[in-house]
């Protein structure tokens, strides 16, 4: 009556999708992805990880062949989890340097010079009884005594050639303490992403049998966060980036959204979120038995962690969203 219009227009800016696309309020960039990667001795190996469909532990030699698609696809970097030979008490293959993470950082740099390799440090992957520090005679983890073990070995792995050092151990004091042991050997320029809050999850499972690194008595829960607090996870935030954290980082990721949306409001920094085994594993199930199409499962997930306000996502999909995303 008052016009000619219609009511109820439609929406004209989702009528096709280009102009959809246009409108879009966040977007995903390969650039903006870390691919983790399980690196094992040996040679020739590409060992299939069962509990993480499409994943794999690599030899060396396997690793460099397996990263020319890292390149190809414009990949942020890569984050790399060492497999042992030999693992006790003080899990000393991690600081060694003949380590595992230290030859392969050695031929990753020789061969691809460019490419970001972030490191994780941790102990558990090394330890005998899978701790992510060291235990005393009651099965405690000894939160300073480990601090020595994991400055040693960010200082080994930022002497190897990893671009980042990124601490997943969850020690109080820990950021400082790398930071301290990194400056005094002249490293200053190797920043720190710091797993600044780190869930006590039951999402890392299929991890833990990647790496094979569950601990073989109690649970991380003495170090890692109670799922059910938010408002500690701003504190363990500042306190790392206080210490001297360059990158800060939530994980793991879809159960924890609304965290990584108040770290985000709260410290303008770049925020890192860990899409971790278990998120991707539970898509790659569902997918196989036909419950849901893992094409548009994976990317709806990984837009909703950016949506959150992610700036970098560790995601073992990387890869592949890598390829989705250059489809038209
Ligand atoms: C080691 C570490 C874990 C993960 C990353 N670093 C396992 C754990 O804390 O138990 C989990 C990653 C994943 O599930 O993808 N501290």
Do not use: W
Not at 21 to 28: H, I, K, Q, T, Y
Not at 189 to 197: D, L
Not at 290 to 316: C, N, P, V
């Amino acid at each position: 009556m008052v016009s000619g219009y219609p009511l109820i227009r439609p929406r004209r800016l989702r009528t096709s999708p280009n102009l959809s696309r246009l409108a879009r309020e966040v977007s995903l960039e390969p650039s903006k992805f870390i691919m983790p990667y399980f690196v094992t001795h040996g040679k020739s190996i590409k060992e299939p990880i069962e509990t993480m469909p499409d994943q794999f532990r690599y030899s060396v030699d396997e690793l460099l062949k397996e990263l020319k698609n890292v390149i190809s696809l414009n990949i942020g970097g890569i984050l790399l989890f060492g497999v042992p030979e030999r693992k006790d008490e003080f899990g000393s293959e991690s600081y060694s340097n003949d380590g595992i993470v230290q030859q392969a950082l050695k031929s990753i740099k020789d061969v691809y010079p460019g490419l970001l390799v972030i490191t994780d440090v941790c102990l558990c992957d090394y330890t005998s009884h899978g701790h992510c520090g060291i235990v005393d005679e009651n099965g405690y983890v000894k939160n300073d005594e480990t601090l020595e073990y994991l400055a040693k070995i960010s200082v080994s792995y930022a002497k190897a050639g990893a671009d980042i050092i990124a601490p997943s151990d969850m020690m109080d004091g820990r950021v400082k303490k790398i930071r301290e042991a990194l400056d005094d050997e002249g490293l200053i320029n190797i920043p720190i992403m710091s797993y600044s809050s780190k869930y006590a999850s039951s999402f890392y499972e299929p991890f833990r049998d990647a790496a094979d690194c569950s601990p073989k008595f109690g649970n991380r829960k003495s170090y890692q966060m109670d799922p059910s607090n938010a408002a500690e996870a701003i504190l363990e935030t500042r306190l790392d980036l206080d210490e001297g954290a360059d990158i800060i980082m939530v994980k793991p990721a879809l159960s924890y959204l609304d965290v990584i949306y108040r770290i985000k409001q709260t410290f303008q920094r770049p925020l890192a979120a860990y899409n971790v085994s278990g998120e991707y594993s539970m898509i790659k199930a569902a997918s196989k038995l036909g419950y849901l199409k893992e094409d548009d499962a994976a990317l709806e997930m990984l837009t909703s962690i950016k949506r959150a306000g992610a700036d970098i996502i560790i995601s073992y999909y990387s890869l592949y969203i890598a390829k989705l995303l250059l489809l038209p």
